[in-house]
């Protein structure tokens, strides 16, 4: 069993829809949990960092951690064409390397 | 502009060859990262630096030999690479080695896109 899953898409929506990205880890002592954005042939860029569980909101996205059922997610609101990228999510349980799930390829279409 | 400068961009090389990726960080950080990327695969931890000494090396082949001259510099040396070393190479950094914890995030180049031909 892979540490950190993600489905890796392509997810195809709509503009102005609501998308729901996630992923699901099996190691319980992850506490601390990111998003990163990755563009076409760029690096990825950190989007959400958040610690534990709870909500954390930033513009149009919101950040969710569950850790009870051992599943986050990135929520974007009224999406644009400018979301389309990959979107990795990454965990650690602190002074430990950080496990990256493999990206879920996001396509928002006008 | 992510404070983490890497050059070259793209770069093909035979499996004879050597080559060098260069990786520069302009944000005061004391800890450096190799990755690789492969497609549809997760990031691939290569090389820890922290303050120019090497902490950790995940099984990295020898035909991959990394270079940290000072805390802001970092290179990846390569020779007699494969074919399926063809990948997207990424630098990062981070303020300090322990990655994700207490806000002690990573910040990564634009990444050295390498055929190897």
């Known amino acids: 069993q892979k540490e950190v899953e993600q489905d890796p898409g392509p997810l195809s929506v709509p503009e102005g829809a609501i998308v729901s990205l996630n992923c699901t880890y099996s190691?319980?002592?992850?506490?601390?949990f990111m998003w990163y954005r990755q563009y076409s042939r760029k690096g990825p860029e950190l989007l959400m960092y958040t610690y534990s569980s709870g909500n954390k909101e930033d513009g149009r996205f919101t950040a969710q951690v569950d850790k009870s059922s051992k599943y986050i997610s990135l929520f974007i609101r009224d999406s644009q064409p400018s979301d389309s990228a990959t979107y990795l999510c990454a965990m650690s349980g602190g002074y430990n390397k950080l496990i990256f799930g493999a990206g879920t390829r996001l396509a928002v279409h006008p | 502009e992510t404070g983490v400068t890497q050059t070259p961009r793209h770069l093909v090389m035979g499996m004879t060859n050597k080559k060098s990726l260069k990786c520069e960080q302009h944000?005061?950080?004391?800890?450096m990262y190799w990755y690789k990327q492969s497609a549809k695969k997760p990031l691939e931890l290569m090389f820890v630096y922290n303050f120019k000494e090497q902490t950790e090396n995940n099984s990295v082949p020898s035909r991959f030999s990394p270079e940290c001259p000072n805390s802001s510099h970092l290179f990846l040396h390569l020779h007699t690479l494969q074919p399926e070393d063809s990948a997207l190479y990424l630098c990062a950094s981070s303020p300090e080695k322990g990655q994700g914890a207490f806000g002690n995030t990573i910040y990564f180049g634009e990444g050295s896109w390498l055929t190897v031909v």
């Open positions: 944000l005061g950080h004391n800890a």
């Open positions: 190691n319980s002592a992850f506490q601390y």
